[in-house]
């Protein structure tokens, strides 16, 4: 675990006769965009933040909205503009933890409106680019800006709200993220269709930038453990929650087996055009109404999330035993339209709460003493998951194809929930 030990000692520590760590919330400053209370949701925060996943998901996911004017525009293969996506999630794989690391002692608040001041460079330099060679630099540039702002931001989002208000605030976070899906994408593609594949990037070069300057006049400052602030400066004294040091193992074999979760899920969402193409059929608008049903089914699913946060590893244990039998039912789809939509609408749902379930008990065991390094593995692992299960699921849709998937899928979703649900019962 070479990536663990580049963390601070704080960071790691796993003994369970540690000191307690005091979480302060500064007060109030008159010089400070509104430092947020802990005890109620700072919704400004909040809501600039979710902005910035919305641009950060709508930058990752682009070149698929604009994948035929791309290709043309640079003159290569589809395939090969597709890999820009692939190319993407990998640097955040590989650069999240090293840029955590490197930006560990910064304001995050500076961090976050500095990724996304990157982020607005790099679709700037697509849009800029002559060949396919500089769009893979500039996507890797983004890619690289947008692991850290993942990793930044969901440890400050932890920072500004007391625990029970977690997982309410992770919801608010993410539900820009879904918005990223089911709007982001679909207005960049207009925009591609009025004005040309660069135009959308120009636009989201423009929009991130306004969300780096809403980050610093808006974002409030949180503290962190030790009587820090997230800035590194004292914490002003006052009575704050007492949180104990968690053990690493638990953190670990739970984040894990999310990843599991996820590898199945994705895997199947890999096909998802291929497994619902009867039910679709019977929609007006086909296939493009029935992926909105599901992202805005996912989207409800996210807002349930933030109503049950408070119960994030119970919850998360049933939104990923139903994500296993809404897969298993995709199998059974073909019977009759109505059915079909019932279990793609069903499916968006009980996925749509997993990620913020997810996380919400990842930085609650983490606890705030480990929070940069929980905060760096939750988009390693999500992207990672997708990665494996895309690549796995094409593996098997080339053998056994695609009919194979629904059943496969269900039993390592399924085999990750038990497994959930014994490590969240001993702890």
């Keep these: 675990m070479t990536l663990v030990s580049n963390f601070s000692v704080a960071d790691m520590e796993t003994t369970g006769n540690s000191p307690v760590a005091e979480v302060v919330v500064d007060p109030p400053s008159g010089n400070d965009p509104g430092t947020a209370p802990a005890d109620v949701l700072p919704w400004p925060s909040l809501l600039v933040l979710g902005a ?11 070149p698929t909205a604009v994948l035929e004017q791309m290709s043309a525009g640079l003159g290569v293969a589809e395939s090969s503009t597709g890999l820009l996506v692939s190319v993407w999630a ?10 955590v690391r490197l930006t560990r002692r910064w304001d995050r608040r500076a961090v976050i409106a500095g990724g996304l001041a990157v982020l607005a460079l790099s679709s700037a330099l697509t849009a800029l680019a002559p060949t396919y060679q500089v769009a893979v630099g500039a996507r890797v540039v983004g890619a690289a800006a947008v692991g850290l702002l993942w990793a930044t931001t969901n440890a400050h989002v932890a920072d500004l709200v007391a625990d029970r208000l977690l997982g309410r605030a992770i919801a608010v976070v993410l539900g820009g993220a879904t918005l990223g899906m089911v709007v982001g994408t679909p207005l960049a593609r207009l925009v591609a269709d009025a004005a040309g594949w660069r135009a959308a990037f120009w636009a ?44 690493l193992g638990r953190l670990l074999a739970v984040t894990g087996l999310v990843a599991l979760v996820l590898v199945g899920h994705y895997g199947a969402y890999t096909y998802i055009t291929r497994l619902t193409e009867a039910p679709a059929q019977a929609l007006p608008g086909g296939m493009s109404t029935l992926l909105l049903a599901f992202g805005l089914a996912s989207a409800a699913g996210v807002a349930l999330a933030g109503r049950l946060g ?22 059974v789809v073909d ?30 065991l983490a606890g705030p003493e480990r929070r940069s390094f929980a905060g760096a593995l939750i988009p390693v692992v999500f992207n990672g998951g997708i990665a494996v299960g895309a690549g796995l699921a094409s593996a ?23 497994a959930l649900a014994a490590t969240i019962r001993r702890a």
């Design 52 to 62: 910035g996943t919305l641009f950060m998901v709508t930058a990752e996911m682009l």
């Design 90 to 99: 990998a640097v955040v794989v590989v650069l999240s933890f090293p840029l």
């Design 204 to 247: 989201l070069a423009v929009l991130s930038l306004l969300s780096a300057v809403a980050v610093r006049l808006v974002v409030a400052r949180a503290a962190v453990p030790g009587g820090t602030t997230a800035d590194g400066a004292a914490a002003a004294s006052g009575s704050g929650a007492v949180a104990p040091q968690r053990g």
């Design 310 to 331: 408070d119960r994030s590893g119970p919850a998360l244990v049933v939104s990923v035993a139903a994500t296993a039998l809404t897969v298993l039912s995709l199998g």
């Design 335 to 364: 019977v009759s339209p109505l059915l079909g939509v019932a279990v793609v609408v069903a499916w968006g749902v009980v996925s749509g709460g997993m990620p913020p379930f997810a996380q919400t008990l990842i930085l609650r």
């Design 396 to 418: 098997v849709v080339a053998s056994s194809g695609v009919t194979a998937l629904p059943l496969l899928a269900a039993v390592v979703i399924g085999v990750a929930a038990l």
